[in-house]
């Protein structure tokens, strides 16, 4: 149970606690520290806030004590709190019973032969290899140059152009690796940017990423009968009739019979001279037309446009029934195009005037109304 002025408990003096805070003063705004972090990190934090706040001289240090009560949490917060009453003197004294109690929160410091660590990687840039150095090299305190010039050689790839040159040329101060460095760099980006233009400047070259597999089947050629079946799937809307739509007074025989019977007038498709290797065609379906076998002579699209072609010349008028023959001519004659209109007469007109005067329509017609006003103010007269 808290006690009845527990309100009053501080653990600063009489000195520090009497002290009123400006008016307008706010605590800044930091990451709170819980115990678990560096406790020299957020000290340095905190007195960089606090040097922009407008606290006065003479109640800077009150306000830096008692503010930093709110840029703690957690385990931190309850050491600060059952801290003894009137046991800090001073902000100086508050840091030194802070970094005492944390103690163990806090980081080895780095030495200057931790530098010889740092080391560049496989495939890392010069660029990346000098940034990550320098981070490391600004938070060791008390290095030497001559110790931080060997380690980021000793840390170069050995087959690095770079490394060469400094172990040829030593450096005397780190200026000269980072201007050295800096040049290597841009040797590098050049290199890159060349090979880049280098695969813009081929376009129809592709580079595959992908690992091939070696499993993978040979190259198959591609079987000229299936693709012969496929353009027999073509909409039908674009071949000639079929042959049943003809309404012949013979079979299939009589037709052929009747088309050999014309001789050289009928082109008929060179026969096959030896068989197909991997020849996987159904062997039921047979053309007579083009004496192979792979789809049936009903179906034969060549046949086709051929009986078009000698209906619409009338050399197969006797296998037609005498009523059928007008309109199985207009059927086949539907394949073709159209003919152009018959020109019969020409009529010449002369639209925006005359090209030889430059005179317009509207400008004749205005030169008639002036004129058949004068004329008509003649007679009046």
Same mark, same amino acid.
């Given at each position: 149970?808290?006690? @009845?002025?527990?309100?009053?408990?501080?653990?600063?003096?009489?000195?520090?606690?009497? $002290?009123? %805070?400006?008016?307008?003063?706010?605590?800044?705004?930091?990451?709170?520290?819980?115990?678990?972090?560096? @406790?020299?990190?957020?000290?340095?934090?905190?007195?960089?806030?606090?040097?922009?706040?407008?606290?006065?001289?003479? /109640?800077?240090?009150?306000?830096?004590?008692?503010?930093?009560?709110?840029?703690?949490?957690?385990?931190?917060?309850?050491?600060?709190?059952?801290?003894?009453?009137?046991?800090?003197?001073?902000?100086?004294?508050?840091?030194?019973?802070?970094?005492?109690?944390?103690?163990?929160?806090?980081?080895?410091?780095?030495? @200057?032969?931790?530098?010889?660590?740092? $080391?560049?990687?496989?495939?890392?840039?010069?660029?990346?290899?000098?940034?990550?150095?320098?981070?490391?090299?600004?938070?060791?305190?008390?290095?030497?140059?001559?110790?931080?010039?060997?380690?980021?050689?000793?840390?170069?790839?050995?087959?690095?152009?770079?490394?060469?040159? #400094?172990?040829?040329?030593?450096?005397?101060?780190?200026?000269? $690796? *980072?201007?050295?460095?800096?040049?290597?760099?841009?040797?590098?980006?050049?290199?890159?940017?060349?090979?880049?233009?280098?695969?813009?400047?081929?376009?129809? !070259?592709?580079?595959?990423?992908?690992?091939?597999?070696?499993?993978?089947?040979?190259?198959?050629?591609?079987?000229?009968?299936?693709?012969?079946?496929?353009?027999?799937?073509?909409?039908?809307?674009?071949?000639? @009739?079929?042959?049943?739509?003809?309404?012949?007074?013979?079979?299939?025989?009589?037709?052929?019979?009747?088309?050999?019977? %014309?001789?050289?007038?009928?082109?008929?498709?060179?026969?096959?001279?030896?068989?197909?290797?991997?020849?996987?065609?159904?062997?039921?379906?047979?053309?007579?037309?083009?004496?192979?076998?792979?789809? !049936?002579?009903?179906?034969?699209?060549?046949?086709?446009?051929? $009986?078009?072609?000698?209906?619409?010349?009338?050399?197969?008028?006797? #296998?037609?029934?005498?009523?059928?023959?007008?309109? *199985?001519?207009?059927?086949?004659?539907?394949?073709?195009? /159209?003919?152009?209109?018959?020109?019969?007469?020409?009529?010449?007109?002369?639209?925006?005037? /005359?090209?030889?005067?430059?005179?317009?329509?509207?400008?004749?017609? !205005?030169?008639?109304?002036? /004129?058949?006003?004068?004329?008509?103010? #003649?007679?009046?007269?």
């Amino acid at each position: 149970m808290a006690a @009845p002025e527990s309100y009053a408990d501080s653990p600063f003096t009489d000195d520090i606690a009497a $002290v009123a %805070l400006p008016k307008g003063f706010n605590v800044p705004t930091m990451t709170l520290f819980d115990g678990t972090t560096y @406790p020299c990190d957020h000290i340095s934090q905190f007195k960089q806030k606090m040097m922009v706040t407008t606290a006065a001289r003479a /109640s800077k240090e009150a306000c830096m004590c008692k503010g930093f009560g709110s840029t703690i949490t957690g385990a931190a917060l309850q050491w600060f709190v059952g801290l003894p009453n009137g046991s800090i003197s001073s902000f100086a004294d508050l840091v030194n019973t802070f970094n005492q109690q944390f103690s163990s929160s806090r980081r080895t410091p780095k030495q @200057p032969s931790d530098l010889y660590r740092i $080391v560049q990687e496989i495939g890392e840039s010069i660029k990346d290899y000098v940034t990550r150095f320098n981070a490391e090299k600004v938070s060791i305190r008390g290095y030497d140059t001559p110790t931080a010039i060997n380690a980021f050689r000793q840390g170069l790839d050995k087959e690095s152009d770079i490394y060469k040159e #400094l172990t040829m040329h030593p450096c005397e101060r780190f200026e000269e $690796v *980072r201007q050295r460095a800096t040049a290597a760099l841009r040797l590098e980006e050049d290199i890159q940017a060349r090979k880049g233009m280098s695969n813009f400047d081929k376009p129809n !070259r592709k580079i595959s990423t992908e690992k091939k597999d070696e499993r993978a089947k040979p190259y198959n050629r591609p079987n000229i009968s299936r693709v012969a079946e496929k353009t027999q799937q073509i909409d039908d809307s674009q071949h000639p @009739p079929k042959l049943s739509e003809y309404g012949f007074n013979t079979g299939m025989e009589g037709l052929l019979k009747a088309l050999r019977g %014309l001789g050289d007038q009928v082109r008929w498709p060179k026969p096959p001279t030896q068989s197909r290797p991997n020849d996987d065609r159904d062997s039921s379906k047979r053309c007579e037309c083009h004496q192979d076998i792979g789809h !049936r002579t009903e179906d034969c699209y060549r046949l086709r446009r051929e $009986v078009n072609f000698q209906v619409r010349k009338g050399n197969l008028d006797h #296998l037609l029934s005498r009523g059928g023959k007008h309109d *199985r001519k207009e059927a086949a004659n539907q394949m073709l195009p /159209s003919a152009p209109p018959i020109c019969t007469k020409i009529i010449n007109v002369i639209t925006c005037g /005359s090209e030889l005067s430059g005179l317009t329509y509207s400008a004749a017609k !205005r030169k008639a109304t002036e /004129s058949k006003g004068i004329i008509q103010k #003649l007679y009046t007269e």
